[in-house]
């Protein structure tokens, strides 16, 4: 089992920036694929972006690019999710996820998700 405790949500300006934290404990050894989704009221969860054990392969939603960035402290357990130039459309609850496979996060189908943090940009 892995757990997954988000943070570093909150309120803030359009434009402004955030760095989400996503803290791993558990059978960590097992994930090699670590992600972020996202979810409004009345929408489907969506992808967000993706990180391979190592960092060697990322993956983002096209329409983030340049403007979200995920890393990977491994000393630490703790994936980030870095979101600048915020709109208020990125306004959402957005989840940490893991998992074995990079397909299977793509596709929404973790096997470990976080409870989320709300992120709220004002505009």
């Known amino acids: 089992q892995v757990q997954l405790v988000e943070s570093g949500g909150g309120l803030v300006q359009a434009g402004g920036s955030l760095r989400l934290s996503c803290a791993a404990s558990g059978s960590t050894y097992s994930i090699s694929t670590w992600g972020w989704f996202r979810r409004t009221p009345g929408k489907e969860r969506e992808f967000v972006a993706a990180?391979?054990?190592?960092?060697?392969?990322?993956d983002y939603l096209d329409s983030l690019k340049g403007r979200f960035a995920i890393s990977r402290d491994n000393a630490k357990n703790t994936v980030y999710l870095q979101m600048n130039s915020l709109k208020p459309e990125d306004t959402a609850v957005y989840y940490c996820?893991?998992?074995?496979?990079?397909?299977?996060?793509?596709?929404?189908?973790?096997?470990?998700w976080g409870q989320g943090t709300q992120v709220t940009v004002s505009s």
């Open positions: 990180l391979t054990w190592g960092g060697s392969t990322t």
């Open positions: 996820a893991a998992d074995r496979g990079r397909t299977t996060m793509i596709e929404g189908r973790a096997a470990y």
